[in-house]
């Protein structure tokens, strides 16, 4: 059975700086790209991140460039989002997913599995 | 930035009637397009991918159309289960953006 768990939330003051992870299980996490999805409280939903398999592709909503950085270790099947100068505007609740992208040419995209999600707080 | 608008962005239906919800891009994303159903407080689930693509163990009242910048959902015949939040997203280019959300709720 696919699984993936998020954690790491909590309270942060301004400025400050987290590290969220993914703890995936059930599938061959190096084989797929992984991404992050935040929701502020009542709001809709927000890709922040996503990588490729190996590490060197990454992509970015341009609000988090600079700020916020996604890594994973293939051996511990765990992704990451260092999150650095954390403002206001990013509380939310961060949510792993799975990033199923296959074909050639014309590609078929989804996320078919999401975490639970972990709640950031940024607030003094 | 491929800007994804939802309408309604509040449905208000019945038990066994037929819903649409429409998503509009703001650019041609061929069918780069996905459909996700939410309930307060808990992860957003897959139902449609590929624009019309039914995702397994997604029953069959779900159904996507559409190609290009116009989209639908369809939900044949609402079931209690179905009330939550349905958001439409583009992933044919980066950033990757989602509609703003369709809130259904029981008349």
């Known amino acids: 059975e696919v699984q993936l768990v998020d954690s790491g939330g909590g309270l942060v003051q301004p400025g400050g700086s987290l590290r969220l992870s993914c703890a995936a299980s059930?599938?061959?996490?190096?084989?797929?790209?992984m991404t992050w999805v935040r929701q502020a409280p009542g709001k809709g939903l927000e890709w922040v991140a996503n990588m490729n398999q190996d590490g060197r592709e990454k992509n970015y909503v341009d609000s988090v460039k600079g700020r916020f950085t996604i890594s994973r270790d293939n051996a511990e099947n765990s992704l990451f989002l260092q999150m650095n100068s954390l403002r206001a505007e990013d509380t939310a609740v961060y949510y792993c997913a799975r990033y199923q992208i296959y074909g050639s040419g014309n590609y078929i995209i989804f996320l078919d599995y999401w975490g639970q999600g972990t709640l950031v707080t940024v607030s003094s | 930035d491929i800007q994804l608008t939802q309408s309604p962005s509040f449905l208000s239906a019945s038990v066994g009637d037929r819903v649409t919800i429409t998503c509009r891009a703001s650019?041609?994303?061929?069918?780069?397009l996905a459909w996700y159903q939410q309930e307060p407080g808990i992860a957003p689930k897959l139902l449609i991918y590929?624009?019309?693509t039914l995702q397994s163990g997604v029953p069959s009242r779900f159904s996507g159309s559409g190609s290009g910048t116009e989209f639908t959902l369809t939900i044949s015949s609402l079931q209690p289960e179905d009330f939550a939040t349905y958001y439409c997203q583009q992933l044919k280019s980066y950033p990757i953006t989602f509609g703003q959300g369709t809130r259904l709720e029981i008349k």
């Open positions: 590929a624009a019309t």
């Open positions: 059930g599938f061959t996490f190096s084989n797929y790209y």
């Open positions: 650019q041609g994303i061929n069918s780069y």
